[in-house]
């Protein structure tokens, strides 16, 4: 169903938008943002689609952009007439690239890689329609996580729970996950893995927003 649940005076597109992803957080930039939107999951094998990109040369960022396009494609097969958003993102320290941890010892073992370095969010949004991809783009967050001690790692790990399962990195930052950092550097959506500033953009340059 549409989320409708607050009007938009700003918003002039004819349906509201699709968002080809199970995301919360994405879910909730949409919403505080006031875009209408309905939430439609594609099936997309997203480490397949990783590894044949990485074999090409593809670094961390355009892997990213090329999941999030695939993203909109496949709901775009789906939705004839429907503009549909496709958001993905990737984290990595260096060149090496991360992955969600299958289980709480490679969370830890992750987080004890990531503590007292700086690593990189990619988060890319692409939007196609019919088909056809009319925007995409990719943008940056640089994090730097504190030196965490074992006690650190151990009681973080125990009251995050599970949820260290369901994110790039095994952290939250709008969560207990905060804690862990010293610094953060880049815009919060990108962060949360859908750059709302460029998209909005698009948005304007269509006539669907004022």
Do not use: C
């Not at 004890?112 to 700086?118: D, P, S, V, Y």
């Not at 949820?163 to 952290?171: E, R």
């Amino acid at each position: 169903m549409p989320d409708l649940t607050l009007e938009n005076p700003l918003w002039q597109g004819a349906a509201p938008l699709i968002l080809a992803s199970k995301s919360t957080a994405r879910r909730a930039l949409l919403t505080a943002a006031r875009l209408p939107h309905e939430a439609f999951t594609v099936a997309v094998d997203e480490r397949a689609l990783e590894d044949a990109a990485v074999r090409t040369g593809a670094d961390p960022a355009e892997v990213a952009v090329q999941l999030a396009r695939a993203k909109a494609l496949a709901g775009s097969a789906f939705l004839p007439g429907r503009l549909v958003i496709g958001a993905d993102q990737t984290l990595a320290l260096g060149i090496e690239a991360f992955h969600k941890a299958p289980d709480m010892a490679a969370a830890r073992r992750q987080l004890a890689r990531l503590a007292g370095n700086t690593h990189s969010l990619h988060a890319a949004v692409a939007v196609a329609k019919d088909g056809d991809v009319l925007f995409e783009t990719v943008q940056s967050a640089h994090l730097t996580m504190r030196a965490l001690s074992d006690a650190t790692l151990d009681a973080y790990l125990a009251a995050a729970g599970d949820a260290v399962l369901s994110s790039v990195g095994g952290y939250q930052l709008e969560g207990l996950g905060i804690h862990l950092f010293e610094r953060i550097e880049g815009d919060h959506s990108v962060i949360l893995g859908l750059p709302l500033l460029p998209l909005l953009a698009f948005l304007r340059s269509r006539g669907d927003l004022l």
